[in-house]
C-alpha cells in the first residue's frame, strides 16, 4: 500500500479531489487566464479535517491556492493578469476558525472563506461568483 493510499484510507473522495486539484487546476487556470479578467474557484466542503501540515498543503483550499499562484506566476511570463479570487465555505465551527486563519494569511489572491451550510449559503456563493466580473466566452474575443 503506498503512503498516498495510507493517507486517504476511508476518505478516498478526499483523495480524490486533491488528486484532481493537483493535475488539473494549475493547467485551467492557466488556459482560461489567457482571455478571462478574473478566475473564480469554489470548494463548499473547504474543512481542514485531517491536515497533517502546518500550512495546511495537504487540504484542498492549501493545494488551490498553491495552484492558482503557479497560474498566476505562469500567466505573469505572459502578461496576462486575471484576478484570482477563491471561496472556501466550510460548515463546522472549529475548521473554519483554522481555515479562516489561513485565508487571512493569504496574499496575491483572494480567498474567502464562509461559514455556513451549503444550502443556506448559495445565495452567497452566487453573488461572491457575479462580483468576479462579465463573463466572456474565448469564442467571443
Known amino acids: 500500500m503506498s503512503s498516498d493510499e495510507q493517507i486517504y484510507w476511508g476518505r478516498e473522495q478526499t483523495g480524490v479531489k486533491h488528486l ?16 478571462a479578467e478574473s478566475i473564480t474557484y469554489i470548494d463548499c466542503f473547504s474543512g481542514p479535517w485531517e491536515s497533517k501540515a502546518a500550512d495546511y ?14 497560474a498566476q506566476t505562469e500567466l505573469d511570463k505572459y502578461d496576462r493578469h486575471p484576478r484570482f479570487r477563491c471561496f472556501f465555505l466550510e460548515r463546522e465551527s472549529k475548521p473554519f476558525t483554522k481555515l479562516k486563519s489561513f485565508c487571512e494569511a493569504v496574499s496575491e489572491i483572494k480567498a474567502v472563506p464562509h461559514n455556513g451550510d451549503l444550502e443556506n449559503s448559495v445565495p452567497t456563493i452566487l453573488d461572491f461568483y457575479r462580483s ?8 467571443l474575443l
Open 20 to 35: 484532481i486539484l493537483q493535475r488539473y487546476l494549475l493547467r485551467l487556470a492557466a488556459i482560461v487566464g489567457t482571455w
Open 57 to 70: 498543503s495537504d487540504t484542498s483550499f492549501g493545494i488551490a491556492v498553491q495552484e492558482l499562484k503557479k
Open 132 to 139: 468576479g466580473g462579465k463573463i466572456i466566452s474565448p469564442s
